[in-house]
């Protein structure tokens, strides 16, 4: 198989679950599941052991050292998250418990009215569907979906009616969790900027697969948003992550109020704290923030480009072993 990366023992070696083995030591583990969730490397796991063992404080609120080094390590996580996007700031990084609240973030906060048009599609995770679908209702809205072709892909033939001056959002997958595809972001992207709507990646699959160089992309065909999670990241559970533009999520009211969102609080009324901090209530997951910068360094180690050829490789022999498979038929 060509594309595999070059030390795959050596990248196995890095996972410990790998060396488990079932049925008294004679199954060794196999796990074909790392688009549910992924295995933790260990630099993962010590990386956020030694952050609880010897930096544990909380962030930004508490003026000692040990609260120093802590905001020190979640805000260099955000600096990590910015690279790994290749995002045009580091502010336009915030930090969420998973991909689902990133979203929902978005479809909270958005502003829709009567007669306007989301368009999601129907290869979407619940994620990108439900708060969309509460979102519309809420607003009076309307939401159309692009439909599949029989091969998984997405039917963009009725793009122009899909897309039009009443569209406000164009919410899609970048990577289909369910067939594997991967959408035009770009394409689709340019069309619904032609007509001044906000486009919502989710790309809880593609960021574990795909290199992403979001200043790398021409304006137009940049989303407005982009969410991801960091557990199928090779990171730890509990924290996401919602790239905005600035200018977009400047244009968003918080979504939820409490400490470290705030610049000033009286009784009649708040005003907020700069991005990316307003979308940040309260103590946020900080340990695993700092697991999760860890992930991406060494995702960004392995090499983006190195790990999508993989796992081009890895689907391209899936697929030609399956065709032997008598009554097997492959979706997508
Ligand atoms: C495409 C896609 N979007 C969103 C999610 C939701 O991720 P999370 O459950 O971490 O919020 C998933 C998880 O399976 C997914 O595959």
Do not use: C
């Not at 999601?120 to 439909?147: C, D, Y």
């Not at 009443?166 to 899609?172: D, F, H, Y």
């Not at 992309?217 to 557990?231: I, V």
């Not at 180690?301 to 899936?318: D, R, S």
């Amino acid at each position: 198989m060509k594309g595999l990366l070059p030390d795959l023992d050596l990248v196995r070696k890095d996972f410990p679950i790998l060396e488990r083995t079932f049925d008294g030591g004679e199954t060794p583990l196999v796990y074909l599941d790392s688009a549910n969730t992924s295995q933790k490397p260990q630099i993962v796991i010590d990386t956020m052991v030694d952050h609880l063992e010897r930096h544990n404080a909380n962030i930004a609120r508490a003026m000692h050292h040990l609260g120093a080094e802590a905001t020190e390590a979640f805000e260099g996580a955000r600096d990590t998250v910015a690279r790994f996007l290749g995002a045009p700031e580091r502010d336009e990084v915030i930090f969420t418990k998973n991909a689902s609240e990133a979203l929902n973030l978005v479809a909270n906060t958005v502003p829709l009215a009567a007669g306007d048009v989301v368009v999601t599609t129907e290869m979407e995770h619940h994620s990108n569907i439900v708060p969309w679908q509460l979102a519309t209702q809420r607003a009076g809205a309307t939401l159309k979906w692009f439909g599949l072709t029989d091969s998984g892909e997405l039917d963009l033939s009725n793009i122009d009616e899909l897309i039009t001056p009443a569209t406000k959002i164009v919410a899609l997958t970048w990577v289909s969790n369910m067939l594997g595809t991967v959408n035009p972001i770009a394409e689709i992207a340019r069309k619904a900027h032609e007509v001044g709507a906000l486009v919502v990646v989710d790309a809880a699959q593609a960021a574990p697969v795909l290199p992403i160089d979001l200043a790398g992309m021409a304006e137009e065909e940049r989303p407005d948003f982009l969410a991801f999670t960091g557990h199928k990241v090779v990171g730890p559970t509990g924290i996401g992550v919602l790239w905005g533009r600035r200018a977009a999520l400047e244009a968003l009211p918080p979504f939820l109020g409490g400490g470290e969102m705030i610049a000033t609080v009286t009784m009649e009324k708040s005003t907020y704290a700069p991005i990316p901090h307003k979308f940040e209530a309260g103590t946020p997951p900080i340990a695993e923030a700092v697991g999760l910068g860890a992930a991406l360094e060494y995702l960004m180690h392995l090499g983006m480009e190195n790990v999508h050829a993989h796992e081009q490789a890895i689907t391209a022999y899936a697929l030609e072993r399956l065709a032997t498979v008598p009554g097997v038929t492959v979706l997508g």
